[in-house]
């Protein structure tokens, strides 16, 4: 979906399908790049990062992708669940600082239809 | 074991009012940090704290707020004269490490709303 106004952008998607949302980001200094998950009422879930000197990293039932070209991030979720719907959140650790000083991204309302 | 801790996880102050957060870090975790996110919103950086020490305030407003992380204790982000723009959910997270080498561990926010 496209983001309009402040409203989030948001992915509907049928249980079993694979999900992909995507994230842009602005600093082509930052050396990790992290996905979090956000259930409502919660905080923030980890679900993978990425260093910046790779381009693809896997785990369970997720990929993350990152293009530092087009400064482009994104999360792959394979066969998804009623259990994933939740806002995600792609966050960056710019360069400058070694430590957990992260710089989050807008978020994505993923919705997934039984 | 437990995760982060916060509390109050709801916290209703009138305009005027003082707000105190507070946040017990992962067992064996020495660096905290605060977070604020606003409604539809991104997580917003306040400030990184480790034990008697701040390390980053550079996303803490300059006036009224204040946070501390103790030797003994939990850390505590204080609001002083809230306004209706500090509403907001405010999220702690937690580190073994200076360095950042993967996930911070966020507890589950406390939610302030200011009447």
Known sequence: GESVGLHLPTLSVQEGDNSIINCAYSN?????????????GKGPQFIIDIRSNMDKRQGQRVTVLLNKTVKHLSLQIAATQPGDSAVYFCAENPGGTSYGKLTFGQGTILTVHP | NAGVMQNPRHLVRRRGQEARLRCSPMKGHSHVYWYRQLPEEGLKFMVYLQKENIIDESGMPKERFSAEFPKEGP????????????SAAYFCASSPLERYTGELFFGEGSRLTVL
């Open chain 2, 75 to 86: 850390s505590i982000l204080r609001i002083q004269q809230v306004v209706r723009g500090d």
């Open chain 1, 28 to 40: 082509s200094a930052s050396d990790y790049f992290i996905w979090y998950k956000q259930e409502s």
